[in-house]
């Protein structure tokens, strides 16, 4: 069983930053490699990055890419996702969660298993 809490998320202005945490419980944190996405109000949830258990490869969605960085600290169970230049387009809940398809890329919501409750996130003009 995994557990995951995402913490973090506020209210910014566009051009600003953020880090989004998200700790995780449970034995088989280390082994997993993790997501993290976002939901809008009246959208379907977007995959936004992965990274992986091991050497920390990272993987971004073309929106973010260069802006946000994802990493881990295994020893603190601990996944952050790092938002630089922030845009109003980025407003979102967002959401990590535990990726066990496989797969490549990693980008589909069926592809995990154990979600957090999600962090609101209001990127400001």
């Known amino acids: 069983q995994v557990q995951l809490v995402e913490s973090g998320g506020g209210l910014v202005q566009a051009g600003g930053s953020l880090r989004l945490s998200c700790a995780a419980s449970?034995?088989?944190?280390?082994?997993?490699?993790m997501g993290w996405f976002r939901q809008a109000p009246g959208k379907e949830r977007q995959f936004v990055g992965y990274i992986n258990w091991s050497v920390g490869s990272t993987y971004y969605a073309d929106s973010v890419k260069g802006r946000f960085t994802i990493s881990r600290d295994n020893a603190k169970n601990t996944v952050y996702l790092q938002m630089s230049s922030l845009k109003p387009e980025d407003t979102a809940v967002y959401y990590c969660?535990?990726?066990?398809?496989?797969?490549?890329?990693?980008?589909?919501?069926?592809?995990?298993?154990?979600w957090g409750q999600g962090t609101q996130v209001t990127v400001s003009i």
């Open positions: 969660a535990r990726n066990y398809g496989g797969t490549w890329p990693p980008t589909r919501t069926s592809e995990y298993d154990y």
């Open positions: 449970g034995r088989t944190f280390g082994y997993s490699a």
